[in-house]
């Protein structure tokens, strides 16, 4: 899917469900910019307040690319800031503070997500902004939470430490091995940007009931706890975790790559012992309860499943282990999920042209919310540093060029 494409849904056109909802955001990096720009393909207009000269520090991510100006544009701002629009502010300064506040009237959602606290230096916090505009919600994101007096608010936080503090790195942990920091990209960041979404709809539709806003307090810690369940869950069960899990779940070998399977169930452990053609299983006491397949996975099931699979491709094993009820899927590389059916099919993949001379386009993650009565896209690129200041300053706050003049000249906008 590019930019600018509409994918219509399956009824007539009836807009999309945030549809005059408009979003403030001073935001950086990911936990954020991922909620809005996901609130954006929801239908709000989302603007963007980031610093005026170098922008926000997910512009600085690597891999990179230049900007028709040659600044740089990391990854991390490519792929969270479609559809917004980008306002050079400098918050730290009075006039900028005034600017920001000016602008909290027109809009129904404020968020940040700051380290637990600098907004409140900056006379930009939720008492700041409701005693501008009481109907406003006011979002945080945060590696710890603004509220609840956590022993760590204080503490800067990326997506991989809240992950490491989750104890998932521990649970996942290799024997012999140390842990592996962000195995599956930033699924802190990811999970708490969806949980804020969640509370920015539940905050609105409460806002239309009672005319009454509020503030939203996300702890990435928070998110990534209620995320890693199994860490807390299956210990208070009794799991010890040094002691192989009651199931088979693991990859294995087939004749072009790795497949990963999960038996979880009596009623599929008795599928694939006929299927591989070791029927003698279902009768072994070895296997009679759930933790026999795992402590038997290497010196049993592995040999022989393997055996089976190796002369067949991942996809004809997929298809095979699937027809008789049993989940399994082939583990992909980066070039297979980006060529993927499935992935076409579905939208998942939006191409953003370069604009540094490299023919190949930037894939950007495509929005999993699929709706039958809400068209998919269109969508914009993402913005360069304050490319739309003079734009929304005039239209929001009547502003004339003097006046936009003399704040360039001050250094408080692009």
């Not at 001073?26 to 922008?55: I, N, S």
């Not at 505009?133 to 430490?161: C, H, K």
């Not at 001379?357 to 913005?383: H, Q, Y």
């Amino acid at each position: 899917m590019r930019l600018g494409e509409v994918v219509p849904g399956e009824g007539p056109d009836l807009g999309k469900p945030l549809d005059g909802i408009r979003v403030l955001a001073a935001e950086q990096m990911q936990a954020l910019p991922y909620a809005t720009q996901l609130l954006g393909r929801l239908g709000a207009e989302v603007v963007k307040v980031e610093h005026p000269v170098h922008g926000e520090s997910g512009r600085g991510a690597a891999p990179a690319m230049k900007d028709p100006e040659g600044r740089t544009v990391g990854a991390t701002f490519l792929r969270n800031n479609l559809s917004k629009r980008s306002v050079g502010l400098d918050l730290k300064a009075p006039e900028g503070r005034k600017v920001f506040l000016d602008l909290v009237p027109r809009f129904d959602v404020v968020c940040e997500n700051f380290k637990a606290g600098t907004m409140d230096r900056l006379g930009l916090g939720y008492e700041d902004v409701k005693a501008v505009d009481p109907s406003i919600v006011y979002l945080s994101v945060s590696g710890f939470g603004n509220t609840g007096d956590s022993p760590y608010q204080s503490w800067p936080a990326y997506a991989s430490i809240v992950e490491a503090m989750s104890g998932i790195y521990a649970w996942a942990q290799r024997p012999g091995e140390p842990p592996r920091p962000n195995p599956m990209g930033a699924v802190g960041d990811i999970s708490s940007a969806l949980f804020a979404v969640i509370g920015v709809l539940a905050a609105l539709r409460h806002r239309d009931r009672t005319g009454v806003g509020q503030y939203i307090d996300i702890a990435m810690l928070d998110a990534m706890v209620a995320m890693t369940d199994v860490v807390s869950n299956l210990w208070s069960l009794g799991q010890d975790p040094d002691a192989p899990l009651p199931l088979i779940l693991d990859a294995f070998q087939a004749r072009d790559g790795w497949l990963n399977m999960q038996v979880v169930r009596e009623h599929q452990f008795t599928a694939l012992a006929d299927l591989v053609g070791r029927p003698e299983w279902k009768d072994d006491p070895r296997f009679a309860e759930r933790v026999g397949w795992a402590e038997h996975l290497e010196s049993d099931i592995r040999p022989a499943l393997e055996a089976w699979l190796a002369d067949k491709t991942r996809l004809e094993a997929t298809h095979l282990l699937s027809e008789v009820g049993i989940a399994a899927g082939p583990v992909q590389t980066s070039p297979e999920v980006i060529a993927d059916e499935h992935v076409a099919k579905r939208h998942m993949m939006v191409e953003m042209d370069r604009t540094d001379g490299v023919a190949d386009p930037v894939l950007i993650p495509g929005n999993p919310v699929k709706l039958s009565a809400v068209a998919e896209g269109p969508e914009t690129r993402v913005p360069w540093v304050g490319e739309h200041t003079d734009e929304v300053l005039q239209a929001e706050l009547g502003l004339s060029g003097v006046e936009l003049d003399q704040l360039r000249a001050d250094g408080v906008i692009t």
